[in-house]
């Protein structure tokens, strides 16, 4: 299957709450419990608007007369490193990619398209958009389930985190970097 990926619009968000909530409850049921999955989804895994507004959050679309939104991804040049418009996490002031890391944020791709290098091709995407931008190395808080596939990218995990949630639980999250090659993402 083809996917094609655009910047996210505003017209996005709604759909995007919905493949949000569908990957994160259908494709990491495995890595956390439905404790913390009920309690991270809309503040520590959710849709971060701002990406939408700075121009630097996408959804990758099926390629047929009527597209779906299949995936979601972004990158920052803001100092949040994770988290939803509601997340107490927020860190709002630019970076400097001269000395700072590009943030690699919120990729999703709904259980139905799962599998089919989807997730890949958005973090290429975002990865080379962040690097056009003038940043040469990416950071990330990755969920547990999306370890394995950044680590295949070229991540390296450098600390483990334990969020709190709204609800008592706590919501491991790796943080992983990476540096870009010469002249590549």
Known sequence: MEFS???????DIATLHALIEASVRGLQAGDYT???IAGALGTV???DTQLICDQTYFVAETVEAEPKI?????WSKRKTLFGADQAAVREPELLDPAVDAAKIRAIFVHPEYARRGLGTQILAHVERAAYEAGFCHFEMGSTLTGVPLYT???YRAVEQIAVPLNN??????????????????
């Open 168 to 185: 008592g639980e706590a919501l491991p999250i790796v943080k992983m970097v990476k540096m870009a090659k010469m002249g590549e993402p």
């Open 34 to 36: 439905p404790a913390q």
């Open 70 to 74: 299949a995936g979601s991804g972004g």
């Open 45 to 47: 895994l959710g849709l």
């Open 152 to 154: 295949l990218k070229g």
């Open 5 to 11: 990926i655009r910047p996210a619009q505003e017209a």
